[in-house]
C-alpha cells in the first residue's frame, strides 16, 4: 500500500512538474517575476511531494493524504492564475484592436 501512495506520489510529480514547464512557457508576458513565481512554486511542489514520498513509508496513510490534497490545490491555483492571466492578457489585446 505505502509502495502504491509512493509510486502515486511520483506520477503527480511528474504531471505537476510538466505543468509547472507549460506554465513557464506560456507566460512569458510580464518577465523575470512570473518566472521566479513559477521557479518558486515548482520548488514548493518539489519539497512537498519528497515529504509525502517521505511519509508514506513511514506514517500514516491519512498523513500522506493530506500532503497530497495541499500540493494538488497549489498547482491547481497556480494553474487557475496562469489561464486567468491568459484570458485577461487575451480580452484586454482583443480591447486595444
Known amino acids: 500500500m505505502a509502495t502504491i501512495m509512493t509510486s502515486m506520489t511520483w506520477m503527480l510529480l511528474m504531471m505537476m512538474t510538466m505543468t509547472m514547464m507549460v506554465v513557464i512557457h506560456d ?3 510580464s518577465g523575470d517575476d512570473d518566472a521566479t ?3 518558486m512554486m515548482l520548488l514548493a511542489v518539489l519539497v ?3 515529504i509525502a514520498a517521505l511519509m508514506a513509508r513511514m506514517m500514516a496513510m491519512a498523513a500522506v493524504l493530506v500532503v497530497v490534497v495541499v500540493v494538488v490545490v497549489v498547482v491547481m491555483v497556480v494553474v487557475v492564475m496562469a489561464t486567468l492571466k491568459q484570458l485577461t492578457a487575451a480580452f484586454v489585446l ?3 484592436h
Open 94 to 96: 482583443d480591447r486595444i
Open 27 to 29: 507566460g512569458g508576458g
Open 48 to 50: 512537498a511531494s519528497t
Open 37 to 39: 513565481q513559477t521557479l
